[in-house]
């Protein structure tokens, strides 16, 4: 029932001025309208489609920028792990981790995640069903930590698409742990070019409005000033100057939901 | 940019009195909150998953009971037909021809529909795509009716299962026709009690309440005073006692969604 | 554990002279490898994708036409219909009515077809589960006809793409109903060109001898002699001067797939 | 166009006189029936649907028992890594390194794989399209390394189920690499008894005799003479005293799959 956090930053960090270009932009959006800010961005990109998709920049360098967009913005931040040894090093920095949605059944990340003591954003693979979270959760909390997030980014449906099934939302929300939605991702066309994947960016907001009327916790969004010639995700990031109305419009429909929940 | 429309009611027609009582309750809730009210009832299942489910009261019953509706509480109604014959017989009476989605690729029925000169409401397909419903809209269309309506009503998601699309109803608005959510349908589980269809209805004020924060035109319920007993579609139907509660929440939505539409 | 009955033929009844270049070709094909031969052909499209699309040349003359395959052949016959009223006047002619995979839910259908006593063909709707196909044949067989075929032509997967599931083949046999493999519609990908459907006509074949392997009763497959001018189903068809090198491949297939039956 | 390869063994290894049990009655068949054998185990189960699933035995003691089963049946051994500092220390003793579903995106693992010159058997990732395992494919090879095995295990279908769409098979051959039909996890149910995946064992020789036929390199099965109690997979493991019929029964297919490529 608190008010929704807004999860937005760049698919890839790039470099301090960029992603604090970004973060300036989305904190004071959601300093407008009362959203909590989480800053996101990747240090490393694990499974591109194709061996041609940049990597990005390193743990190393990413851990600096976080640190730095923690100083200058006071907000928590988030980051992917993609292996057991990260979670303790990112964890010394970053605020929440994210579990991929390839590796959320992965039961050695998950519990080494877990025992950072950090909040763990566990985002649902795109092969599996919104109750199956539940067991995933358990192996977080199994550590003791119950910091535990779950997040949608749509389901497999056929081949080079994903659906967004409303109805995992309140389903994932039983376990009794903050549910996101990740907007951006749902939208993506994974292999949808061939080498990489496509997007359609326009319905980024939709899901949005749609998952935040249910009442979840937070929404996740990429953005970039240029998704066109960002270095991966392009085609589902929401243009950096959308962002502003496209938050005010969340928050909107965030009060009313908190306000009239649903009971599922 | 006009407040929302409900359409709803059983899912099969009973008799008269089991008519009124049902749109009496909800013909109350809709004029509480402002919503324009749509009886629907079916008078015959043609499309039973086994020939042990009920069939219906048949075409005359239904019409004389669609007239006394119209008197009683001065509503439009809405049916479904499943033959060109049916098409001039029921435009008698009827305000809205529904076009039922197995059969929302059967040229001959568009026509008929479309050359009534009355509403036509398409279900969209479950084997269709959003963007092939501008194809079966120009069917009616050819027919000098521009009356159609769009609704979607889930897409077919592996065996047993229905998922709603979000992204099907912007997509479907493109056409410049309205847009229904079918937010009982759209919980089926077709054939999922091996002869009968089961459902979930703790979901459909879930996907009524996302599909209407899109801005989109009428939520089409269907709702039973006693759903496990109702002769047809009981897993799916909302209890009647809900209804004011879930249409006086929708037309919340539906106002913020009017006042700050989605550019897609 | 009889041969193959191979079920071929033009999406559209063109002319007599076209369907008996066909037939006469397929006919040979059958004929050198022991496989029985069902001649198909539909006389009216009644479900196209868009209005543009060819409605066929009416029932009248397709009638006309597959009486003189008949006579000329000695083969029996197979087409689809769409109503009720179409089933009496058909079966005057034709071995098998089809009903089309939209339709096979359509209660009155199914009756009229059945009391006609001809073979009832009913393609699998795709947008059902292959056990609620015996729901669907206890329809016909309440007619006292128990000369129904049930056949497989793809489930919806995702947008715009079909997936032939090959459990789907041993479980509609347990019905104790023969099952037909159709590998030309399985490859359509329906509306996937905007206003008509396209496909991957050079899957066909792999559908097909895998379906095969499992012990079926018969495939269906399409056949043109310019798939990409036919008037309708052109991206599916298989080209006619590879069907009896298609037919030849598949016997054999049978012939081992009978000798060896899978027990399910 | 070599013989069919076989690569079959228990999902979780369990101990040296289990593991030479299966192996015994596996390469009698296979040797009966002029197969190669190829043994299956898994060391640690890194994935389980819950926290509750067994892990197994560990890669010290694995790699002792794969050591045993090359010493007596002088056959080849496959297992799966889920690290890239597995990669090594397995790729000392076992012939093919096989890359799990899930973890087939992941850049780091593909190329610690392929680094060791062993053969890599990477699993289609149930959210994946066949086409998009070239670029899969590519990142090993990248490294010099050009034994890779691309196999199919199902791709999503709707929640808590699979469905193997036989169209992949000669789409995946197109690159070049052996093709792989993995037919009892494609026969899995993920998530389908809440706290563990269901199956349907019934199907796996079906799924295995219709990819056959299409002339493919290999097929996966795992084994054990008591599925329902087997530490896991159980529901979709075939008996292990089916198994010389079924492989019998695959060379025939086999020989005339062969003799008789299809051309996609």
Redesign the interface.
Known sequence: DRPLTIIAGPCQLEDRDHAFMIAAKVAEACAATGAQFVFKGSFDK??????NGK?GIGMEEGLRIFEAVQAEFGCPVITDV???EQCAAVAEVVDILQIPA??C????LLLAAGRTGRGVNIKK????????MS?VA??VA?TGNDKVMLCERG???????L?????G??TMARTGYPVVMDATHA?AQ??GL??SSGG?R??A???A??????GIAAVFMETHQDPDNAPSDGPNMIYLDQMPAVIA?LM??DA?AKA?P?R?
């Open positions: 694990a499974n591109r489609t194709s061996l990597r993609h292996t057991e390839f590796l059944r992965q039961t050695d693979g795109q092969f599996l069903s919104p109750p199956e067991n358990d192996k199994s389901t497999t449906f056929g081949y080079n698409n659906v967004a099934d409303m109805r939302l309140p939208v994974p292999g061939g080498g359609q326009e319905f907001p939709v899901l409005r749609a998952a935040v009327s249910l419009s909107q429909f009313l009239d649903l599922v």
